[in-house]
């Protein structure tokens, strides 16, 4: 069965950061783009942050420029996504997502592109 697992979530105040974690289990990240996409109540779901297969390519939303980092490591089968300087405007569920692709790019839309999904994983930035 194959699954994508988010971790690292919490609670942090605006300025600290987290590091979300996306393990995958049943499959190889090693030939799939993976997306960070985000959540907030009662908003539509944005792109965040996106990887290709290779690691050469990604891109980032404007919201999060300069403060999230996105890397992936295929022999730990991980994908990480750095958050510094959070946000309260920040504050959703962020879901990581993935794609088998032969092309060496990425996409923070459509999130349809996406066809495997994680189950979530909640940051909160309050002080």
């Known amino acids: 069965q194959l699954q994508l697992v988010e971790s690292g979530g919490g609670l942090v105040q605006p300025g600290g950061s987290l590091r979300l974690s996306c393990a995958a289990s049943?499959?190889?990240?090693?030939?799939?783009?993976i997306g960070w996409f985000r959540q907030a109540p009662g908003k539509e779901r944005e792109g965040v942050s996106c990887?290709?297969?290779?690691?050469?390519?990604?891109k980032y939303a404007d919201s999060v420029k300069g403060r999230f980092t996105i890397s992936r490591d295929n022999a730990k089968n991980t994908v990480a996504l750095q958050m510094n300087s959070l946000k309260p405007e920040d504050t959703a569920v962020y879901y990581c997502a993935a794609v088998r692709t032969v092309l060496t790019r990425c996409w923070l839309t459509p999130s349809t592109v996406y066809n495997y999904w994680g189950q979530g994983a909640q940051v909160t930035v309050s002080s």
């Open positions: 049943g499959f190889t990240l090693d030939f799939y783009t």
């Open positions: 990887i290709s297969s290779s690691g050469l390519n990604f």
